[in-house]
């Protein structure tokens, strides 16, 4: 008998073993992952700060412009300026300007 075993598990072993097909789904189309932003916190809007088109000062029936305030305070101040600010005194008609922080001086409005 146990040659009939051998020729029988033999003659098995030549079967061809039957595959299972599994019904083919159709493929997905593959797309491109896209990348979810993880939300983020709302940012505030900046506040944008209008740079005035023109600005005058009028004072004692006269009126001058910031760019003259500013062309009188480079003319008498002829070295570089890196920060710059001017206070208007219109009744005293002054400009007083104060330069890179430490240099100050004044020029006539009108």
Known sequence: MDEKKEVKVAAEAKKPVAKKVAAKK??????AAKKVAAKKPAKKAAKKTVAPKKFVIQAMGNEVSYDAVVKKVN????ENIKTLEIYVKPEENKAYYFINGKDDGSVDLF
Do not use: E, S
């Not at 159709?26 to 797309?31: I, M, Q």
């Not at 003319?75 to 002829?78: C, D, G, P, R, S």
């Open 26 to 31: 159709p493929a997905a189309k593959k797309t």
């Open 75 to 78: 003319k008498a101040y002829k």
